[in-house]
C-alpha cells in the first residue's frame, strides 16, 4: 500500500515563505510525475507545479518565479517552495505522484491535503 503525506503549510503574511512536503511510503517500486495541486472551496482542483523523473517542470502562470519544485528520490519526497506568497495562493494543497508498484502497475496516488493561508 502506498501513502502520501504532506506538511508545511500554515498560516503566513503575505510576501512570506512556505515549504511543502510530500512524503511517499509504502511498496513502491519508483516514482514517476509528481505534482501540487490546489483547490479553493467551491473551486475545481487546479495543477501548481509538476516535476516529472528527468526533473523537467512546469508551473501555473500565476506562480511562475514565485514557486519552486523539486523532488529528492532518494528520500522519496517532493517539496514545494513558495516564495512570495499573495493572499490569492490562500487553498488546501493536495500531492500527486504517479507511482509505480510493480514492473506493469502504476497508479496516480494522492495526498491529505495541507491548508496554506496568506492573510495579514
Known amino acids: 500500500q502506498v501513502q502520501l503525506v504532506e506538511s508545511g503549510g500554515g498560516l503566513v503574511q503575505p510576501g512570506g515563505s512556505l515549504r511543502l512536503s510530500c512524503a511517499a511510503s509504502g511498496s513502491i517500486l519508483s516514482i514517476n510525475a509528481v505534482g501540487w495541486y490546489r483547490q479553493i472551496p467551491g473551486n475545481e482542483r487546479e495543477l501548481v507545479a509538476r516535476?516529472?523523473?528527468?526533473?523537467?517542470?512546469t508551473y501555473l502562470d500565476s506562480v511562475k518565479g514565485r514557486f519552486t519544485i523539486s523532488r529528492d528520490n532518494a528520500k522519496r519526497t517532493a517539496y514545494l517552495q513558495m516564495n512570495s506568497l499573495k493572499p490569492e495562493d490562500t487553498a488546501v494543497y493536495y500531492c500527486n505522484a504517479v507511482i509505480a508498484t510493480n514492473w506493469s502497475t502504476q497508479y496516480g496516488h494522492w495526498g491529505q491535503g495541507t491548508q496554506v493561508t496568506v492573510s495579514s
Open positions: 516535476i516529472t523523473t528527468g526533473g523537467t517542470t
